[in-house]
C-alpha cells in the first residue's frame, strides 16, 4: 500500500510472489488507509464503542449515580474510542463525527431517544457536562508532542525535516510544524515551543491541564 494524495499502485515482490496492493490494513489496532487520513480509524473507532455501550447498556442507563455512571462512560467507552487518537489529523468533519459520538453517549445514557426534541445544550445541562472530547485529544496530543521533542528520536527529526533523500523536498518543509502548532493552539514559534518542552511540569501546565478547545479547520 502506498500512502499518497492521489494513490497509485505499487509492485512489490518477495521471492519472485508478488504482494497484494491493499486501500487499508489494521496495524497494532490502528487502521491504516492510502489516502493518509484518519476518518476511516475515527469512524471504526467510534463504531466499536458504540457496540460495546450497547453491550452494557443495562449498567449505563441503570439507577446507579450520575458521577459514577459517567465514569464508566469514560473509563470503558471512551478509553475504547480514543485509542491512539493522540496520532490523529483531524479535520473539520471528523470533529464534528466525534463530537456527535459525545452527544451520543450522553442521550443513550439517560435514554433519551431523538422523538423527545431535547437539544445538545439540554442533555448537558442535565448530565453535568461539558463538550469535553476535543479538549480530552488534545491533552492526549500534548502528552506526545512533549515526549517527542524531549528525545532525540527518528519522529522528532521527521517532524523537523532532517531525513535526507533522494528526491529534493522544494515545498510544504514547514507544515509539521505549523500543525502542530495548530494542534496546540501556540502561536509563538516552533523553537520557543521546544523550549517548554524540556520542563515537564510548565508544560503540563501550559498544556496539559489548561488547553482550549481545538480549533476546527478544514483542509
Known amino acids: 500500500m502506498k500512502i499518497s494524495r492521489q494513490p497509485t499502485p505499487v509492485t512489490t515482490k518477495i521471492n519472485q510472489k508478488q504482494l497484494e496492493n491493499v486501500n487499508f490494513f489494521k496495524y ?13 480509524e475515527i469512524k471504526s473507532r ?3 464503542a458504540k457496540t460495546a455501550f450497547s453491550k452494557k447498556k443495562n449498567l449505563f442507563t441503570s439507577k446507579l449515580d450520575l458521577n459514577l455512571r459517567k465514569k464508566l462512560v469514560k473509563c ?7 485509542y491512539g487518537a493522540e496520532t490523529w489529523t483531524l479535520r473539520a468533519v471528523d470533529q464534528k463525527h466525534l463530537e456527535s459520538f ?4 450522553w442521550r443513550r445514557m439517560e435514554t433519551i431517544i431523538w422523538t423527545d426534541y431535547v437539544r445538545n445544550e439540554e442533555v448537558l445541562f442535565r448530565v453535568s457536562e461539558q463538550r469535553n472530547i476535543l479538549h480530552g485529544i488534545r ?3 500534548a502528552n506526545l508532542i512533549g515526549s517527542i521533542l524531549r528525545s532525540n528520536c527518528l519522529l522528532k527529526e521527521v517532524i523537523e525535516g532532517k531525513i535526507e533523500g533522494r528526491i529534493e523536498v522544494t515545498r510544504r518543509r514547514g507544515r509539521r ?5 495548530e494542534d496546540l493552539g501556540d502561536r509563538r514559534g516552533y523553537s ?6 524540556l520542563d515537564r511540569i510548565k508544560w503540563r501546565n501550559c498544556f496539559g491541564r489548561h488547553c482550549g478547545p481545538v480549533v476546527l479547520a478544514d483542509y
Do not use: V
Open 192 to 197: 520557543h515551543l521546544k523550549e517548554e518542552a
Open 139 to 141: 491533552k492526549q496530543k
Open 177 to 181: 510544524h505549523k500543525k502542530m502548532l
Open 102 to 105: 459525545e452527544m451520543w453517549c
Open 46 to 48: 467510534i463504531a466499536m
Open 76 to 82: 470503558y467507552i471512551w478509553s475504547m474510542a480514543f
Open 28 to 40: 497494532l489496532g490502528s487502521l491504516l488507509t492510502d489516502n493518509g487520513r484518519c476518518t476511516c
